[in-house]
């Protein structure tokens, strides 16, 4: 059984032409699938026609990033719930990514409050429609882990479908988020050497909740840190896993993919 990246961003790679490539790549350095991430109505409908044109190898999500949040807001977010109903179109896996960030916000404190509001109302817009289309949901959560918790806990969806992606928090964290059934996913910060709280939050999710990911074209996994990420560099970040695990690498290939199978409906 291959690996499986659940989340990486393939609009830049499609949009310069690299999408071929990196493919091809991925599938040498056995990936079995990966899922899309969307972040705003810029990239769902190509994300959907990337899926339709790679059936059971690339899958895709739709949602607003909270980087993504403008004054139309609501009007990007009302276009989610067609991608799960128009008829003969592939479905989204999950909606999201969503969510809340406080790393970027603008300096100015007034407007950074102005702005953080907004993308509390976006996220609780984005985790309504999640409940009601029933669907798994990946967060976006930076510097803002308790907010996402308490907003998600009012929201009413089932924890056991919500995935916090890149997770970088450190065990307790993981052990709140497990208390609830839901899931973190690991990019290759897992690697680095100043992310240890990011291995011990492995070692409490443990091998049979292990969801890996790339976040391409960011966060790229050591030994290519420095460098634009990729699907394939998902094996270096499974590796690591199986170090931090004391596992086989084909016990975390394995593993993770049945988890991701199971979380995404793959």
């Not at 609780?124 to 930076?142: C, E, F, K, Y």
């Not at 596992?247 to 993919?257: D, F, G, L, N």
Request: aromatic share 8%; hydrophobic share 40%.
């Amino acid at each position: 059984m291959g690996l499986i990246d659940t989340h990486t961003h393939l609009e830049s790679f499609a949009r310069r032409g690299e999408l071929p490539a990196v493919l091809r790549r991925a599938r040498e350095s056995s990936l079995e699938a990966m899922i899309t991430i969307g972040t705003s109505t810029d990239d769902w409908a190509l994300y959907r026609e990337l899926t339709e044109a790679n059936p059971g190898f690339i899958s895709y999500t739709a949602g607003l990033h909270p980087c993504s949040v403008e004054e139309d807001w609501r009007e990007q977010v009302e276009r989610l719930p067609a991608f799960w109903s128009e008829a003969g179109r592939v479905r989204p896996v999950a909606l999201g990514e969503i969510g809340l960030d406080r790393f970027h916000l603008p300096k100015d404190p007034a407007e950074a409050e102005r702005v953080f509001a907004r993308q509390c109302d976006a996220f609780d817009a984005g985790l309504a429609w999640a409940r009601q289309l029933n669907t798994p949901v990946v967060i976006h959560s930076r510097g803002a882990f308790r907010e996402c918790v308490e907003r998600i806990d009012a929201s009413g969806v089932d924890w056991t479908r919500v995935v916090f992606h890149c997770f970088v928090e450190g065990p307790a964290e993981m052990q709140l988020l497990m208390s609830r059934g839901g899931w973190g996913s690991f990019t290759g910060v897992l690697t680095y050497k100043s992310a240890e709280a990011v291995r011990q939050a492995a070692r409490v999710q443990g091998l049979d909740r292990l969801l890996l990911e790339t976040d391409a074209p960011y966060l790229t996994p050591v030994p290519h840190r420095g460098k634009p990420n990729e699907p394939a560099y998902v094996a270096f970040t499974a590796a690591c896993a199986a170090e931090v695990l004391g596992v086989s690498p084909e016990a975390v290939a394995e593993a993770s993919a049945r988890t991701s199978r199971r979380v995404f409906g793959l």
